[in-house]
């Protein structure tokens, strides 16, 4: 079955390439800005569920030891790892957007300001952590699940899960909530939404510690196959980067269907024996240049002229 | 006293301080410009002095002057300093250069390209490649780079147009991550580590990391940033540039006049990756190897800050922030990855607190002054005689308009001083041994115009007369005009009396 095998892996991929790419693409389309710094809120968050899976496994060992301590550890790993990365996204939205976001060139210098946060926090963690590599503990077990007859790793098989279930609380969230109805205003039309009283600054604050949650989810699954370390964020935030301009920035449903698309493609390009691993990067980037030379404003992007 | 008058400095105009050349006023003016060039390089602005009436010239745009104070500065210096600031100071003119280009294709072009390094590094790599492996001499290395450059820019080029901002920016990230991986597959280009190594060089080989070496390898770098400039000075500046400018300026509008400004990206890009091909090839030369480092992500981010830190657009910005930047990087080394914290916490400072880089703030500084100034003029309430902007225009006297802003600010001061016990000094002494309050405020009555100036008269016989105040109507053979009926037995009381009137009449303006 190794074709089914490569599929959930692929899925495994897209679940948490669009929940990077998600949260680049939804604050693009409300707020204005390119979060550089969702990397640093992906390390940030990992360390985050280090910290606190280091503090916590002995305290959770002790009361029991159970599969129902399992599932708690894992839980409060998932729960401090968003933690984490909403409170970094507030740090962004303070540092980047609260002082700069009613000033001209704002989409420069919030991308500017991002950046470097992005920097600076990857050499403060290198700072305080150093370069070695942390391993989070195997939280969702390491066992495979049989699943229709295929084995399923079952921290891929959770991963899958746990997207599908949290992506779908938060479109639901933003279509049925007064707050998702702000949102999907501003995305459609910040100074039409501005002129009906919707704050611009209580939008973007929701968003960014909703996109910040959404990326420490994304470095608290993916740590479960990878190990953590200061530079981790970077090949989360380009591959997101990558996904929600191949999707269309700003669309949602494109973020998604380029997730599984790259996820596909990555798990494919691993597979093929004379490809391997080193092409991966490459062969993205090549579908990429040719999707962007098809569609100029990627899979669900509207031409500017076309949304006015 | 014959001869040349003497001229004595005047104070005129807003800036009386600033420097200007007094030329003869029979010297003929010539201009010089460069050769096949339409341009003058110095903007030299000719003017007559409107007290002394002498001939003036001053240079209206001085960064020339700081161009060359700058870099005539740093090739002054660098040969008495150490090894290791000579090594950074050459490191400074290759990143200049790299930045200058880049400024080119990012601020004139438009054209949000990350692949600069990707570039540099290609052509690099071929020059590099063309000198070791097919025996190609040193000289030759610089058009191979150029080629290639020049190449690799029409490839790059060919989306360009077609795609925008952050979509091309990510094209040019994968288009250099694509080249990176395949340089380090090609096992017949660089079998150790993916890098060339002796590559022949202006630098002899025997004296390469040694002290004139590492002053040749200064020396041809300084000139590598000076044709960088000029490169940039050449196409920004000159007929490109300027069809360029118009289309930032409005691109519907260039369009609709016949610029077209695709075609003016396209080759400024195609010239400016000829130009950073040229570059890779130094680059390959003065480190006498090149290595996948080129092409690293974290170098292309640190260039950017150098490009933000400075200003996008501009040459100046971009050598500024490359030497904060490189100064910090390479100069500070024992602090460790505490530099990096240190260049993004300026990249932070700069970019939340001016709008376009370090060199944008005095542009900045003048817009925020002046709205400070029109907020201030419009919140003022009450005119009070001063001259408004929109009617100083009318008056061609700008003299008045001063002199009513003056006396403005005078009335301000003076009623400021009006107190009771004021008005009680006069009452007792109205002619005199005043108080330095009381003089000011009567000098200033006296000062006023001879229409509605107030006068005394003295009515009945000189043994039992009384007095009454009288209004001048200002213009002969118009007589005085009553003021009131109140008639005062003394000559004191009546002096008071006008004194009232005229403070009466100084608060009520």
Known sequence: MMDATLLVYALYLAAIYSLMAIGISLLWSSVGMVNMAHGATFAIAGYAAYVASDWMVPLVKAWSTGSEATVVLAVLVVLVGMAAGALFGIVIYLVAFLPIHDKPNFAVRSLIVTLALNLATVQALLWSFGPQQKALPRVFGSGRIDLFGVPVRADQGITIVTTVALLSLVLLWLRYSRRGLEIRAVMQNSEGAALCGISTRWTALPVMTLTGALAGLAAVLLSQSIFVNPTAGTTPLIKGLTIALLGGLGSVAGAVLGAILIGFLEAATGAIPFLGQRYVLVLQFAFIVLVLLIRPRGIGGLLDETRE | MAGTPVISRVNVGRRPDQFTLKPEGGHTWRRWRPPLMR?????????????????????????????????????????????????????FCIFSAINVIWT??????????????????LSGYAAAAANVYFGVPWPLMIPIGAVVGLLFGLLL??????????????????????????????????????????????????????????????????????????????????????????????????EA???????????????????????????????????????????????????????LGRSEGAVLGTAIVVLIDKGLIGLGPLRIILVTFIMIVVALTTRDGLTGVKAQFRAFRNRKKSERRAAQTEKGGEVMPEEATEIADKQLVYRRLFDKRLRDGLKRTITPELIAEHRTKPLGQHSDALDRLLNYFRREEMPDKYAILRVGPLKSCSYRVMALSGSPGHPPRQVDDKLYPTLNEAYHAVFLLRVNDLLAS
């Open chain 2, 157 to 254: 080029a060919l989306p360009s147009t077609r795609l925008d901002g952050l979509y091309y920016a990510l094209l040019t990230l994968g288009i250099a991550e694509i080249c990176r991986v395949a340089i380090s597959q090609i096992k017949a280009l660089a079998p150790s580590n993916s890098s060339i190594n002796n590559v022949d060089s202006f630098i002899p080989a025997g004296w390469y990391l040694q002290r004139p070496g590492l002053l040749i390898g200064f020396v041809a770098a300084f000139v590598l940033l000076l044709a960088a400039l000029l490169v940039f000075r050449l196409i920004n500046s000159e007929r490109l540039g300027l069809l360029l400018q118009s289309a930032r300026e409005d691109e519907a509008f260039s």
């Open chain 2, 39 to 91: 341009r003058h390089w110095l903007a030299w602005r000719g003017s007559y002095n409107p007290k002394s009436l002498r001939r003036e010239r001053r240079l209206a745009d001085k960064r020339p002057l700081w161009w060359t104070l700058g870099l005539g500065g740093l090739l002054v210096a660098t040969p008495f300093m150490s090894d290791q600031f000579v090594n950074i100071a050459a490191i």
């Open chain 2, 257 to 311: 006049i016949g610029i077209d400004y695709r075609r003016a990206r396209w080759w400024v890009f195609v010239l400016a990756s000829s130009a950073l091909g040229t570059i890779g090839a130094f680059y390959a030369m003065f480190y006498r190897s090149i290595s996948l480092a080129v092409f690293s992500l974290d170098q292309v981010l640190l260039l950017f800050a150098m490009i933000v830190i400075g200003g």
């Open chain 2, 104 to 121: 080119l294709i990012v601020g004139a072009a438009g054209i949000f390209s990350l692949a600069t390094m990707a570039v540099v590094g």
